[in-house]
């Protein structure tokens, strides 16, 4: 069974920085396509970046271009979101997701197969 699981989620002042981190229990990790999605209150969950499985093409949401950064280990099966330049906008649960073997990076929380708990990030102002 995959188990998907986020951490580094907290509170921080706008403009400061944070590190989410997200460890998948899979062997064919470094064969899918990952992605960290969002969710605000009363919001509808959107997709924030993607990497490919290779690690070697990124794709981002225009929200949190230059601001944010993904990256993938893929000998530690784990996948990386360095938030800085935080804003209050980008308070939200966020979630890591795991695509299928050999998939391509989507916008859509269908295309993903597994999903992670979700951990809160909280920007005050």
């Known amino acids: 069974q995959v188990q998907v699981v986020e951490s580094g989620g907290g509170l921080v002042e706008a403009g400061g920085s944070l590190r989410l981190s997200c460890t998948v229990s899979?062997?064919?990790?470094?064969?899918?396509?990952m992605a960290w999605f969002r969710q605000a209150p009363g919001k509808e969950r959107e997709g924030v970046s993607c990497?490919?499985?290779?690690?070697?093409?990124?794709y981002y949401a225009d929200s949190v271009k230059g601001r944010f950064t993904i990256s993938r280990d893929n000998v530690k099966n784990t996948l990386y979101l360095q938030m800085n330049s935080l804003k209050p906008e980008d308070t939200a649960i966020y979630y890591c997701?795991?695509?299928?073997?050999?998939?391509?990076?989507?916008?859509?929380?269908?295309?993903?197969?597994?999903w992670g708990q979700g951990t809160q990030v909280t920007v005050s102002s």
């Open positions: 997701a795991a695509g299928p073997d050999g998939g391509e990076c989507s916008w859509y929380p269908a295309d993903f197969n597994y």
């Open positions: 990497i490919s499985w290779s690690g070697g093409t990124t």
């Open positions: 899979t062997l064919t990790f470094d064969d899918a396509p």
